[in-house]
């Protein structure tokens, strides 16, 4: 299953310094780089002028993406974080084409 991770730290934490945020950073995008390396995620990067980051990771379960999720570096730090079901192309262009063959 894909889905698509989205999070955001929309204020660095008060009790870090910048030097100390930004090795969660580092830690966050090593642990991106593993796990993409290992074919859980598929694509991603940080969001453009912004403290975040998206992927698409691909899962057994919805679980699995949480697991994955809790075990970020940069996890207690997040202020939003959005998981989003994804539905295939091939699926979703199937299921359109019988929604249609089915319209008079």
């Given at each position: 299953m894909l889905?698509?991770?989205k999070v955001e730290v929309k204020q660095?934490?008060?009790?870090?310094?910048?030097?100390?945020?930004?090795?969660?950073?580092?830690?966050?995008?090593e642990y991106f780089g593993r796990f993409q390396r290992r074919g859980k995620i598929i694509?991603?990067?940080k969001l453009s002028?912004?403290?975040g980051a998206?992927?698409?990771?691909?899962?057994?379960s919805n679980e699995e993406v949480e697991e994955i999720v809790?075990?970020?570096p940069l996890f207690p730090f997040f202020t939003d974080i959005e998981i989003t079901?994804?539905?295939?192309?091939?699926?979703?262009?199937?299921?359109?084409?019988?929604?249609?063959?089915?319209?008079?």
């Open positions: 889905f698509l991770l660095m934490p008060p009790q870090l310094t910048v030097k100390d945020f930004l090795g969660y950073v580092i830690k966050e995008w694509a991603g990067g002028g912004r403290r998206a992927a698409i990771i691909d899962a057994e809790a075990k970020l079901p994804l539905v295939p192309m091939e699926k979703a262009l199937q299921d359109t084409k019988r929604i249609h063959s089915l319209m008079k």
